[in-house]
């Protein structure tokens, strides 16, 4: 785009390899884009070490709020110091929605792949799902984390998705979920993903469930485009991608969001390799030219893909290639690289790329409108050291003269009263489902109080409610395991 046109991008140079991988790419990028001006700022095991939990000081916060860009290096999250990772919450305090990794064969690095065509962009929610990190021990015995799908959230990734395949001349985009098991959460993602394909009519669009799509990538990676997914899957599926094109080395990765992004290589910070100028530094570098790609600096990102893409085909690798040539150190690889500009490689086609548009934040928190809301009862999660022939009658008693009557109790998901003849194995969380006898649009407090306070007399302690409820006629959940 402009060639004198300044940008300002925070860089954060990480911890472990995270110098090194860093330095690398920031010698590329100023050869090739001289216009850039970096703010430097920290995160990670220092910053720990200074006292700061986070692992993120304020100044790193004020720096990519006035940059909005940051190249960031790997940074760890050590034992001992701080409660969280520095980096998920540098893409939570941004608003990182979505985590964008390429997945490509590249030119001179044999791998089992190798000839397939592997080229592909996995789209991975970055903020929602089981990695909102709601977490409970429910009783001392059982652990819940909560999966969180939001409309909002699938909205914002889907259209990035196809955004993304638009500015990347993509034809198809799949979504793979398990909308087959969870109906509510990874239903959400499908539904989502059906409707807002519809504005993308020039691109094609499938679902795909997501063990169906971990084996076809193993057997036909080629095949794939773009595919958009839930946090945790994109989390597997995109390492398995990586480790079909010659490994962690090769994967760079963006997080986009509305107001900031973060480009960083997908892998960590590598202790053992740190400071010993071996380590591939390819994944960093495309990050950055990612980066420049987002700024609008298409040629230096050009200039900087093919002079790398040139130097590996021209049998110039580093250590995590296996090749008959031997390996250069991580300096010598990025010289010959710089040494490269100019030059491209033969196999490999260069996409013709426009911006992409980001999504615009959607106004509101409530996507999807419904008329009519109705309560039918209640789900009260409660420990009882006991069997299901004990807790039943126990519960039927505690809904006598509260207006509610049981439906079934389940344990770990399946029905367990009325008793079924069968025996599943059983723990001390117990979902007792209460229906009430009159639904109402919301129970009165006393009601439900009333209700608690009868179940704590059977000596069943609840630890949870959740409400049953019909949005315009459509049930919120789902039936337990042989529920009829
Ligand atoms: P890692 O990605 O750091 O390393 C795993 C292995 O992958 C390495 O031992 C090495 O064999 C290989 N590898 C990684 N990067 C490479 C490169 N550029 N070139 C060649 N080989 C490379 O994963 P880990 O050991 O599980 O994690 C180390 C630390 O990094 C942990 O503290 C972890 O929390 C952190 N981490 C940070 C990020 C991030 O900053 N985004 C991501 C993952 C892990």
Not at 170 to 186: F, G
Not at 364 to 376: D, M
Not at 474 to 484: L, Y
């Amino acid at each position: 785009m402009s060639a004198s046109k300044k940008h300002e991008i925070t860089i954060i140079y990480g911890d472990g390899i995270g110098p090194e991988v860093v330095t690398s790419t920031r010698t590329l990028i100023d050869a090739a884009c001289p216009n850039i001006v970096w703010e430097t700022a920290e995160a990670g095991a220092e910053v720990f070490k200074k006292g700061i939990a986070s692992g993120v000081p304020q100044e790193t916060i004020d720096s990519l709020n006035r940059t909005r860009v940051a190249l960031k290096g790997p940074l760890e999250t050590p034992v001992g110091f701080g409660e969280k990772s520095a980096n998920v919450t540098l893409r939570k305090l941004f608003e990182t929605f979505a985590n964008i990794r390429p997945v490509r064969e590249f030119p001179g690095v044999p791998t089992r792949f190798s000839g397939a065509g592997i080229d592909m962009v996995i789209v991975r929610e970055n903020v929602e799902d089981l990695y909102a990190g709601i977490e409970h021990m429910q009783t001392p015995d059982v652990a819940q984390c909560i999966k969180l799908i939001t409309a909002k959230g699938c909205e914002k990734i889907m259209r990035t998705a196809f955004e993304f395949a638009r500015s990347e001349g993509r034809k198809s985009v799949a979504c793979a979920t398990k909308a087959n098991i969870m109906k509510k959460t990874e239903g959400l993602v499908k539904s989502t993903f059906e409707r807002i394909a519809k504005e993308y009519p020039d691109i094609e669009s499938w679902h795909i469930i997501i063990d169906n799509c971990a084996h076809q990538l193993a057997k036909k990676p080629e095949q794939f485009d773009v595919i958009v997914t839930t946090n945790m899957n994109g989390d597997i599926i995109s390492d398995l991608g990586s480790g079909l094109i010659g490994g962690l080395g090769f994967a760079p990765g963006a997080n986009i969001g509305h107001d900031v992004a973060i480009f960083e290589a997908v892998h960590g910070s590598a202790p053992k390799y740190a400071g010993k100028d071996t380590i591939n530094p390819t994944a960093m570098i495309l990050s950055g030219v990612m980066m420049l790609r987002h700024i609008g600096e298409f040629e230096a990102a050009d200039k900087i893909e093919n002079a790398l893409l040139y130097t590996l085909e021209s049998g110039v690798h580093p250590r995590d290639v296996v090749t008959d040539t031997p390996p250069v150190g991580t300096k010598a690889f990025t010289d010959a690289i710089l040494k490269n500009f100019g030059k491209k490689p033969v196999n490999w086609k260069t996409r013709e790329r426009t911006p992409m548009k980001v999504p615009a934040r959607p106004a509101t928190t409530a996507i999807n409108k419904v008329e009519k809301r109705e309560t039918i009862g209640l789900d009260v999660f409660v420990e009882f050291d006991g069997t299901a022939a004990e807790i039943g009658p126990k519960v039927e008693a505690a809904c006598k003269g509260t207006g509610f009557k049981l439906k079934i109790v389940s344990n770990r998901g399946t029905v367990v009263y009325p008793l079924t003849g069968t025996s599943p194995d059983v723990v001390n969380q117990w979902r007792c489902r209460l229906y009430l006898e009159q639904p109402v649009v919301e129970p009165a407090m006393a009601q439900v109080n009333g209700l608690l306070e009868s179940i704590e007399g059977q000596g069943l302690r609840w630890m949870h409610i959740e409400k049953l409820c019909k949005f315009d006629g459509v049930e919120s959940f789902t039936k337990a395991q042989g529920e009829n």
